[in-house]
């Protein structure tokens, strides 16, 4: 990994982790992140969008397809989202 791999990565580790996650499960999501951001696959994940409320929520409850908007099981699975935004590293 190149130095700003590592320094994503490591952003990423601790944004996942106050999102919710362990460690070792915030540490294997970023891991696969720094791959598919060499691949440049446009799939994200819903812990790196800025919509995410703390609650597990989307902001922009119609976009996920989840009953009740309610993401708690998909938060650690690349998808594609035309509504995904994120403003922060």
């Known amino acids: 990994m190149t130095g700003a791999e ?3 990565m490591v952003s990423r580790v601790e944004r996942f982790v106050a999102r919710g996650l ?3 499960d915030a540490t294997a ?5 720094v791959i598919r951001d060499r691949d440049g696959d ?3 994940l ?3 969008c800025d919509h995410l409320r703390p609650e597990g929520r989307c ?3 119609t ?3 989840v009953p009740g908007g309610r993401l708690i099981d998909v938060l650690p699975i690349l998808q594609r989202c035309n509504q995904f935004k994120k403003t922060t590293p």
């Not at 999501?29 to 992140?33: E, V």
């Open 6 to 8: 590592i320094d994503r």
């Open 22 to 24: 362990n460690l070792i």
């Open 29 to 33: 999501l970023a891991d696969k992140l």
């Open 42 to 44: 446009d799939h994200r």
């Open 46 to 48: 819903c812990l790196e």
């Open 59 to 61: 902001g922009v409850r």
């Open 63 to 65: 976009v996920a397809d």
